[in-house]
């Protein structure tokens, strides 16, 4: 019985070894790392909406606006955190605007039938667009699905869960600041529609 527990020990330990980068990201995530400042801004900035029909979820999409308080709040969580590893650079890089200077959102979204969370393809059975003050609709700039999912990532942002997609959705349109004109964010099929609102509902 010894022979097998120390067996089992060694075989978790060359597993571990090969496993450096999961564990530098743990240690990210361990006992706070993220701020309760970041996760105030965040939940400041984010609306969640589910369609149900008859008690079943049909859909469900969390969003978050970059603001510019948003903005800055990641900005300084990510330096504080300042990751090391390769694969989490290039996983930052993911989540960055680039020369985009509009309007952008993430989402996560979960869809019971997998077939149909198909937001970022040309031929979704889903229209987005924007309602933007009382009357100017846009439609996006760009949608894409975010697919390297780490978990600082997912400490950033929480609500990801392995059973959903995470995705940028961008508009050309200027980035708010505090009391700007109404925005709201509608997701369209035939499966329901979803409406988040900001500045509040």
């Not at 527990?5 to 571990?16: E, K």
């Not at 059975?125 to 846009?138: A, D, P």
């Amino acid at each position: 019985m010894k022979r097998i527990a120390l067996g089992v020990l060694f075989v978790l330990s060359m597993t571990c070894l090969s496993c450096s980068e999961i564990r530098h990201y743990a240690e990210i995530l361990r006992e706070g790392r993220i701020s309760a400042h970041y996760l105030d801004t965040l939940d400041r900035w984010t609306r969640e909406k589910t369609v149900y029909v008859e008690f079943e979820t049909m859909a469900r999409v969390v969003a978050t606006e970059r603001s510019r308080a948003f903005n800055e709040a990641y900005r300084q969580e990510r330096d504080r955190i300042h990751p090391s590893s390769t694969a989490e650079k290039g996983a930052g890089e993911a989540l960055e605007t680039g020369d985009f200077d509009g309007l952008e959102y993430f989402f996560y979204a979960y869809v019971p039938d997998k077939k149909w969370n198909d937001f970022a393809r040309s031929n979704s059975i889903w229209k987005v667009s924007l309602i933007l003050g009382e009357e100017k609709t846009l439609f996006p700039a760009d949608l894409r699905e975010i697919e390297n999912i780490t978990p600082v990532i997912q400490g950033f942002f929480p609500y990801i869960t392995p059973y959903g997609k995470f995705y940028s959705l961008r508009f050309d349109a200027p980035v708010p600041e505090e009391g700007g004109p109404s925005r709201v964010l509608v997701f369209s099929s035939v499966l329901g529609q979803l409406q988040l609102r900001w500045p509040g509902e």
